[in-house]
């Protein structure tokens, strides 16, 4: 298989773009719930149970309908499943930090899972969700910003032999590695 730091310089330019695409948008997820619900598990539960029993509150927020939360859930799952989708992709070819690229991928995932449940969990379930998703909210961005900096760092930084494939080589539809 391909190593990152064996690619080519365009192709280093184009996957670090990719990755730095995938850690803003994921950190543009996180601003965006901050800014509409907080990311405080308070603020996340009235978001989508209402408040309107509180008589200190100082904004009216009544229960979400079925269609705002389930275009929340949407959202998430669109956001996180696709920012998943091309950073496992590419933890997949790094080989500088393999155990820390898993590890954190894992982390992603289950956060990426948390988020999409928490509409409907937060919603319909118990208030108590909110946690787990506060958690998720901040460590996305955390996650997705050390996977981009690790695979970034391979494949800009670290220098050494790795398998490498020559179309030129190829042996019918056996890929020979060059050394």
Known sequence: ML?????STGYRVLYSGVLLFMAAG???HTAHQAARTGIDPTSIAQWYRGNEGDLAATVLLFPKSFEEVLGDAWLAITTYALAFLVLGAVMARSGAA???GTGLLVGYGVGAGVLA??????????A???VPA????VAQPLLAAAMAGLAIWE???RRGRGPRFDPARLAGR???PVE
């Not at 449940?117 to 118990?126: H, M, N, Q």
């Not at 506060?134 to 909210?137: E, M, N, R």
Request: glycine share 6%; no cysteine.
């Open 98 to 100: 393999r155990r820390a």
């Open 134 to 137: 506060s958690a998720a909210l």
């Open 155 to 157: 494949m800009w930084a």
């Open 3 to 7: 190593t990152l730091h064996r690619l």
């Open 128 to 130: 108590g969700w909110a």
């Open 174 to 176: 056996r890929a020979v």
């Open 117 to 126: 449940a928490s509409p409907f969990l937060v919603a319909y379930g118990a």
């Open 26 to 28: 994921t950190s543009a």
